[in-house]
T-cell receptor
């Protein structure tokens, strides 16, 4: 049973465009939702994270939108650059249990 | 560097061989996690240590998988009698926190295991 569902599987966007990656979850015990960025041959790195009592969080060009009632959240990348080309994972954790539950990932390619 | 390091970076094993994968966490980090990442998939949790105590091993796929962290620092993931389905990248992560405090987990580069 996949606890965090992520879409799309892959995404191609022109430089300067705004890629959007969507995630959904079922378990209401999740209370922390991080996004990770992974480059080939590297481990995932934390990009930005949000708690369910907040509807939006911005850090630089990255924005998370969170809809608690719909149990959905999304990542937007403003003014995307070729250097943003990577695989992005949404994830969820519970306060009582630090293990990260990852989505399957979105392979993003930004065209120059 | 002060990041999480893993060795070896690549390992090729014949089916049936035993392998040992090492993780050096960031100095002073209390928590250590192992994840398995199959090709084209997200990482999946294997096991968790707080100092030397293994608090959660619910993600280990079979009794062929064993992890230890005897002195609360370096950890080793051992896979006995490797099978082809064990081929994956094995990621180690560490964080400052004790359980219940959602500190950032810092990931190592992983060990890519290929079982022939």
């Amino acid at each position: 049973q996949q606890q965090v569902k992520q879409s799309p599987q892959s995404l191609i966007v022109q430089k300067g465009g705004i890629p959007i990656i969507n995630c959904a979850y079922e378990n209401t015990a999740f209370d922390y939702f991080p996004w990770y960025q992974q480059f080939p041959g590297k481990g995932p790195a934390l990009l930005i994270a949000i708690r369910p009592d907040v509807s939006e969080k911005k850090e630089g060009r990255f924005t998370i939108s969170f809809n608690k009632s719909a149990k959905q959240f999304s990542l937007h990348i403003m003014d995307s650059q070729p250097g943003d080309s990577a695989t992005y994972f949404c994830a969820a954790t519970m306060n009582r249990d630090d293990k990260i539950i990852f989505g399957k990932g979105t392979r993003l390619h930004i065209l120059p | 560097g002060a990041g999480v390091s893993q060795s070896p970076r690549y390992k090729v094993a014949k089916r049936g061989q035993d392998v040992a994968l090492r993780c050096d966490p960031i100095s002073g980090h209390v928590s250590l996690f192992w994840y398995q990442q199959a090709l084209g998939q997200g990482p999946e949790f294997l096991t968790y240590f707080q100092n030397e105590a293994q608090l959660d091993k619910s993600g280990l796929p079979s009794d062929r998988f064993f992890a230890e962290r005897p002195e609360g620092s370096v950890s080793t993931l051992k896979i006995q009698r490797t099978q082809q389905e064990d081929s994956a990248v094995y990621l180690c992560a560490s964080s400052l926190s004790s359980l219940g405090v959602q500190e950032t987990q810092y990931f190592g580069p992983g060990t890519r295991l290929l079982v022939l």
